[in-house]
């Protein structure tokens, strides 16, 4: 717990999270602000390569950003960000097809040994929702 006016730095070792590989996102820095007593803390991210005073602008914005809806506690430009943004299907489809191809390959090689969870995962990554097989009796 961390009273207010303090903060401290803590690293914490992702590296076993990391998919095998170049793929991947890259290394951020993270804090969590509490704007006030009645909202809950923000996560706020920047990437390593920032220097100090980067970061800490990046922190200062947050909080006057956050302060701008009282009670609200959340960045308001990251709000209508969140509002008014869309992912494109291309994007999203892409990050489907792989974390299928990612599953798939874990299921061949035997990674994953649950036989419910085997079998909720074949019927999610290789079967439609039309195959006769499963269809439900009468």
Request: aromatic share 10%; glycine share 10%.
């Amino acid at each position: 717990m961390i009273l207010p006016g303090e903060s401290r730095e803590e690293k914490v070792d992702f590296s076993p999270l990391k998919p095998p590989g170049n793929a991947g996102f890259p290394e951020v820095n993270g804090a969590y602000l509490h704007v006030s007593e009645t909202t809950s803390p923000v996560r706020i991210e920047v990437f390593s390569e920032l220097g100090t005073n980067q970061i800490l602008e990046a922190g200062r914005r947050s909080y006057l950003y956050s302060r701008l809806l009282p009670g609200y506690g959340f960045p308001v430009g990251l709000d209508v960000a969140d509002k008014y943004a869309k992912v494109p299907a291309w994007m999203t489809n892409g990050y489907g097809k792989l974390i299928r191809w990612q599953l798939g390959v874990s299921l061949q090689r035997g990674e994953i040994s649950d036989a419910e969870m085997r079998r909720i995962l074949v019927q999610a990554i290789y079967l439609t929702h039309r195959d006769w097989l499963f269809r439900p009796t009468i």
